[in-house]
T-cell receptor, first 110, second 114 residues
Framework: DAKTTQPTSMDCAEGRAANLPCNHS???????VYWYRQIHSQGPQYIIH???NNETNEMASLIITEDRKSSTLILPHATLRDTAVYYC???????????FGSGTKLNVKP | NAGVTQTPKFRILKIGQSMTLQCTQD?????MYWYRQDPGMGLKLIYY???????DKGEVPNGYNVSRSTTEDFPLRLELAAPSQTSVYFC?????????????FGPGTRLTVL
């Protein structure tokens, strides 16, 4: 099962783009990359997911490298409300092994 | 839709006591999950269910039991509470278990065992 590696914490200025990296070097060809975030001990919130192509929705963009060994979540204009722990997750073939990891604590500063 | 709801929000138990954490979803999702989150850590899967009457173990099932008698409800039972079960418990649901299907999470239950 693929695991992910993320920085423990990152800072971002309000209004600037936040780029959160994730390494998943052992990912298999049929595994998806998911991003969730958790704001102050609330339930995790789905952000975006992708397989091979870059994806964009109203919340964020997901850039996946061509070899799929890493990805970057982009919040184009970070606000103070985006301060949260961001989890990069590789969805294993056996879905009962959905590893969350420790995530990246994003601090958006005024 | 209320989505995924959990009760209670907070609970303090004494060692050896029992309790049931309730989880209900109104999205007609077949798949439901229970996770626990220890301080500063990610979520770990306890049990999951693929439909009424069907449950299976996740990563950390010891000390817990579940049942799924209806599509909407997925209660988690702690029979003999231990301090190691102090955690925040999250329930989630999804339409299916496919790799491209997102999970919707409840607000969590904060449990302390003393």
């Amino acid at each position: 099962d693929a695991k992910t590696t993320q920085p423990t914490s990152m800072d971002c200025a309000e209004g600037r783009a936040a780029n959160l990296p994730c390494n998943h070097s052992t990912i298999s060809g049929n595994e998806y990359v998911y991003w969730y975030r958790q704001i102050h001990s609330q339930g995790p919130q789905y952000i975006i997911h992708g397989l091979k192509n870059n994806e964009t929705n109203e919340m964020a963009s997901l850039i996946i490298t061509e070899d799929r060994k890493s990805s970057t979540l982009i919040l184009p204009h970070a606000t103070l409300r985006d301060t949260a722990v961001y989890y990069c997750i590789v969805r294993a073939y056996n879905f009962n092994k959905f590893y969350f990891g420790s995530g990246t604590k994003l601090n958006v500063k005024p | 839709n209320a989505g995924v709801t959990q009760t209670p929000k907070f609970r303090i138990l004494k060692i050896g006591q029992s309790m049931t954490l309730q989880c209900t979803q109104d999205m007609n999702h077949n798949y439901m999950y229970w996770y626990r989150q220890d301080p500063g850590m990610g979520l770990k899967l306890i049990y999951y269910s693929v439909g009424a009457g069907i449950t299976d173990k996740g990563e950390v099932p010891n000390g817990y039991n579940v049942s799924r008698s209806t599509t909407e409800d997925f209660p988690l039972r702690l029979e003999l509470a231990a301090p190691s079960q102090t955690s925040v418990y999250f329930c989630a649901s999804s339409t299916s278990g496919r790799r491209d299907d997102e999970q919707f999470f409840g607000p969590g239950t904060r449990l302390t065992v003393l």
